[in-house]
């Protein structure tokens, strides 16, 4: 029988991280054809805060109006990532946009892990913990 070895890094829960801005992204209506672009973009940040690295992820609830880009990444101890969310045209008042919601979350990497994103550090036994806005 193989021994899972368990990793240090990921039993312990992630730190905090730091978005600015804090808790919500507010898109300015009107979201019509008359402007030139369709699509409003705003600039999102993300912060490690903790003394590890951690890998985060975006998860919204209506992937054909909101976009993220880059929707995952690594950050180092105190390093921040710049997102840029996209929110696409619609009707104003025709869709029901209060369920409207992304989320962050983010776990410790392993021990010795390249810088690189991988999916499957959300989907062991490792902490996430997730942050709506």
Known sequence: SSDQVVDMAQSV???????????KIVFNAPYDD???????QYSFQVTNSSARRIGWAFKTTNMKRLGVDPAAGVLDPKENALIAVSCDAFAYGQEDTNNDRITVEWTNTPDGAAKQFRREWFQ??????RKNL
């Open 124 to 129: 062991g036994d490792g902490m996430v913990r």
């Open 34 to 40: 008359s402007t030139p672009t369709t699509s409003r």
């Open 13 to 23: 829960p992630p730190g905090d991280i730091a978005t600015q801005p804090g808790t």
